[in-house]
């Protein structure tokens, strides 16, 4: 896709404006059109330059409800597919939006590549080591761009924070501490229906272990080892490719981590974990989620303590601040973002669509989304083995 000049995006009010030659217009594909998938979309849908041509699901319910959202942000209705490989083969979808369970990541990010379509993916990547191996190798053979949805590598608190962190004002930081809290455990119940048709033959896809029909797990697919890494993989990715911006880390070292039994009916994942990670770089990164805990306002329910030999710097959601060594009450840095966490997606999304027209580098490319889902990766490992789970980087294999 040849592209002439480049786009432009200014923040105005509480969206992003593009500015789009029309040898910029880009035509998406949408693989999986759930809650995530579908709002995503809409993000996408900002861009005056951008048309949603086709949108894919296996549930009917997600499916219609995307063509119908899509449909009317624009005014043109997208073309309806059940099974992906057909989206992928129409020729006039130049990018799709995969935001499917995790089990499909993999699959349908290298179908999307050999389709010769740019790809922004949700995280994490994907759910096994051999796969991100797999997929950055992919990368460095591929010419398209490949944008995970780490958007946190877009967010302009964090970008600030890591400048805190360069300028040495924390001084030696040997340590992340990060947590997370929230409480699931009053969620859905075990006699969940389905609103319409599933095609659940194709849903399970490439899982190994398949099993008959089941409502409850489609419902929480991201707590079923079979088809995602647990809480712990969903929210820590995140939360360690925050830490690998911040600090400008490369791979792990090693993980280990610990965890209670879960307490959600069915589930296979545990909602407590604790995380330590290794780094090259002379740091250790601890990570504990607790979805049993009390609930909190979003602004508040994720937290990285930075501790520098010179100064502590705390970073959440919504701001970033210092505190010098011997006057820890009062922060002598505070940084906040501009229009809060939630505009991130925006940012990610439009850094997404410039590298599109451009071919420039994507902030999130798969050689910085994989080390993110490794860590989770070795961690859920560490639990599975209950020993320390090391990564060896030059032969890109696990060692226990």
Known sequence: MQRTRRSFFTATGGALAFAAAPSDQITLGVIGSGGRGTFVMTVFQNDPGLRVGAICDVYEPNLERALSTASKKSGAAPRAYRNYKQLLADNEIQAVLIATPEHWHHRMVLDALAAGKDVYVEKPLCQTPEQGVELVEAEKQSKNIVQVGMQRRSYDLYLEGREVVASGVLGKVRMIRSWWLNNYLGGSRRDARLEGPLDWDQWQGPVKERVPLDPYLFRNWRHFSGYAGGIVADQGAHVYDGIHLLMNASYPLAVTAAAGKPHRE????????????????????VFSINYAAMRYRRRNDQMNHLDGDKARMD??????????????????ITKASAKGFGYATDLHVANFLECVRTRKPPAAPMALGFPAALVVQLANISLKSGRRARWNHAAGKVEL
């Open 266 to 285: 069915g589930f296979d994942t545990p909602e407590s974990v604790v995380v330590t990670a290794e780094y090259p770089e002379d740091f250790i990164g």
């Open 315 to 332: 970073i959440g959601r919504e701001d970033c601040k210092v505190y010098l060594q011997g006057a820890e009450e009062t922060p002598a």
